[in-house]
């Protein structure tokens, strides 16, 4: 492992204390296990970092709210709002799997409704999750098998009953969750038996069909869990039999349907926690880079696949599913664990901040199947054939877009999960950043709880406030950010000699005691992307947000109902901008602008906007708006205008519904 090993002396509480170390590293030392949670058992690769209980952290601020507002918009209220989600006729709630609703909508909604009743610890939540849970649970059959049997059907498929193992792949998530939740001692066995049937399937009739093959990654995922719980053998032969019928991931981006790219990506990845296989190892990465480099010439973290990626549809007006979003935020936080390499944060952070939060309304009463970095209008209307999926997959709509309406949820609350990680030898680690306290054992078991204030990715500044039982030596772990060039760190007010570099972390290995503080700064610089390949359009980035063009947004009713209306969002200004840029240093030509905090703790709103940019810029009249409301594509760069300059404002991505975030240039006036 690459490291650099500084020497330091630390001021504590109340004493010198010599010793102590402070390096910058790649990932925690895997040669140290954990003896404190669950990690790899052999003969699978070490676990770099381990997932934390689900109630072990606890969100705050701004995070906090987003997973709130979450619970109490269309979400956390879909049972009220969803025909898939009715309890007569569900069959999931069925002992036998008869029952007409909810084949895969039940596990895509529960994944997430249950995880913000973990983390939110709401009795409301917890309730309704535990009904469905024990559905689950009290459906296994004589043979293992589980969940809605024979006749069965879903809407995107044409498999029957059992051949179609995708709606339980998600469900063994939710188990697995629940578990590590409550330790409910029926879930391991019910798992197992399932997986013995599993076993027990002909080759040729395992994993058929479109989705289950496409998506074999989550079952192989499900196969690790468990034999890190129980180091039963034959789960391993298991797991290689799921790798054999699942797409060919490790030899390739198999498939360009936006979804099944931002699940099938890793599973070569994981896979190679078995074989060790250095084709395997580099799989996830090989496909993470094919996929942006055809489609993903775009800011946000994701790609253009307005349901496929299509050859000659790669203009940042291509959007992508929410669905596609939270399933890459996932296989994100996945492989972090999995390989602790922190590049797999900034790009988790990236889809988090940039991405998501845009794909539904500020208060979480609605959302849209398709959002995309450029967009002047969100509205009912079939944007076809810019847009391949036709429809209203542009409306904000609660009622409506079945497979997000349900599966979007998971996306906050297991970000929330995921902050903080247990590592090889028996430390801790703070892999993504945002307002939260931990609790968990670290050293010799001793329960440490960790109160992380910041208003991060808004501001640079991260705190960390150590409170262990009693003085307990474990090894810190903080994450340096691929963007942040020259990070920062003090503890107990003692600034650290850093030699810091970008997808590293900065390990602390101390004695610490109650009070000790650690203080992180990340600077944040103003930097462009250039998107050669996309007409040489530019976007602006400050840290790990990148930012829009502010456009004023108008909600006019469409649809729904009083309790949950559905929306277009229409623009009140003007957004056909390109961006003037000077010659020496075009990132100086922006300036940074602090606002207010939003006193509702919402700041991905886009009037509410704690920091925002002001930047020179021209209209380019020619650059229109079809007859369906799509932007037409990117004039190529530099764009000659006879408009005036102007100053305008951008505001973080994720805070805009409207955007255009792919700028155009100016061309210089000669």
């Not at 589980?146 to 009953?161: Q, S, W």
């Amino acid at each position: 492992m690459n490291a650099i090993r500084i020497v330091v002396l630390l001021l504590s509480a109340s004493c010198f204390v010599w010793g102590d170390t402070v390096q910058i590293v790649d990932k925690p030392d895997v040669s140290r296990p954990n003896q404190n949670y669950v990690g790899n058992r052999q003969p699978l690769a070490p676990s770099p970092l381990i997932k934390l209980p689900p109630q072990a952290i606890q969100p705050g601020g701004w995070l906090y709210k987003q997973v709130r507002l979450q619970a109490d918009g269309f979400h956390g209220h879909l049972t009220e709002i969803s025909d898939f989600l009715k309890k007569d006729k569900n069959a999931w709630l069925s002992k036998d799997g008869s029952g007409s609703r909810g084949w895969e909508e039940v596990p895509y909604w529960l994944k997430g409704f249950s995880a913000a009743a973990f983390t939110l610890g709401d009795t409301r939540l917890l309730d309704e999750a535990k009904i469905w849970i024990e559905g689950a649970l009290n459906s296994q059959q004589a043979d293992g098998w589980f969940g809605p049997d024979k006749g069965r059907t879903g809407l995107a498929t044409d498999l029957k009953g059992r051949e179609d193992l995708w709606p339980n792949m998600i469900m063994l998530f939710i188990l697995q969750d629940y578990y590590e939740y409550c330790g409910d001692e029926r879930v391991i066995p019910l798992m197992l038996k399932y997986c013995r049937y599993l076993a027990s399937v002909p080759e040729d009739k395992f994993l058929v069909g479109y989705w289950p093959s496409m998506r074999g990654g989550d079952q192989l995922y499900s196969i690790y869990w468990l034999y890190n719980h129980t180091v039963q053998p034959w789960l391993l032969d298991l797991a290689h039999k799921v790798h054999r019928k699942t797409a060919r991931w490790d030899e390739d981006v198999i498939n360009w349907h936006n979804v099944n790219m931002a699940q099938g990506f890793r599973e070569p990845t994981i896979y190679w926690m078995q074989t060790g296989q250095q084709k395997h190892a580099v799989g996830a990465e090989r496909n993470w880079q094919k996929m942006r480099a055809m489609y993903g010439q775009v800011p946000g973290g994701m790609y253009g696949a307005d349901e496929n990626a299509r050859k000659g549809y790669t203009d940042p007006r291509q959007a992508v599913e929410t669905c596609g979003m939270v399933e890459m935020t996932l296989s994100c936080e996945i492989l972090l664990r999995a390989t602790g390499a922190a590049v797999w944060a900034d790009r988790c952070e990236d889809v988090m901040f940039n991405s998501l939060p845009a794909a539904m309304t500020a208060d979480f009463k609605a959302l849209r199947y398709l959002t995309s970095p450029n967009m002047a209008v969100s509205d009912s209307k079939d944007k076809k054939p810019g847009i391949q999926n036709g429809g209203p997959m542009f409306h904000m709509n609660p009622h409506s877009h079945r497979c997000c309406q349900h599966n979007a949820g998971h996306g906050w609350p297991y970000y929330v999960q995921n902050l903080w990680q247990a590592t090889a030898g028996d430390g801790l680690a703070a892999v993504m950043y945002a307002p939260c306290t931990v609790t968990a054992k670290a050293g010799k078991g001793v329960s440490v709880t960790i109160r992380e204030q910041t208003k991060y990715p808004f501001e640079e500044t991260v705190e960390f406030i150590v409170e262990p039982e009693v003085p307990v030596t474990f090894p810190l772990y903080l994450r340096i950010p691929g963007w942040c060039k020259a990070p920062t760190a003090a503890i107990n007010g003692k600034a650290q000699a850093i030699e810091g570099r970008g997808q590293a972390f900065v390990q602390i290995e101390r004695e610490w005691k109650a009070g000790d503080k650690v203080s992180l700064t990340l600077p944040m610089e103003t930097s462009l992307r250039i998107w050669k390949d996309n007409k040489n359009s530019v976007s602006v980035d400050r840290g790990p947000l990148t930012y829009s063009l502010q456009i004023q947004e108008h909600y006019k009713r469409n649809g729904g109902t009083d309790i949950w209306p559905a929306w277009d969002i229409l623009p009140q200004s003007a957004w056909n901008y390109g961006l003037v840029l000077t010659t020496d240093n075009p990132a100086r030509g922006f300036e940074v602008v602090k606002g207010t905090w939003p006193a509702d703790d919402q700041p991905f709103k886009w009037d509410a906007a704690p920091i925002t940019l002001k930047a020179k810029a021209r209209k380019i009249p020619a650059w229109t708006l079809d007859e369906k409301g799509l932007l037409n594509v990117l004039p190529p760069s530099p764009v000659m205008t006879d408009q005036p300059e102007e100053t305008v404002t951008l505001i973080p991505m994720g805070a805009a519904r409207l955007r255009i975030s792919s700028f155009p240039t100016i061309a210089s006036e000669k």
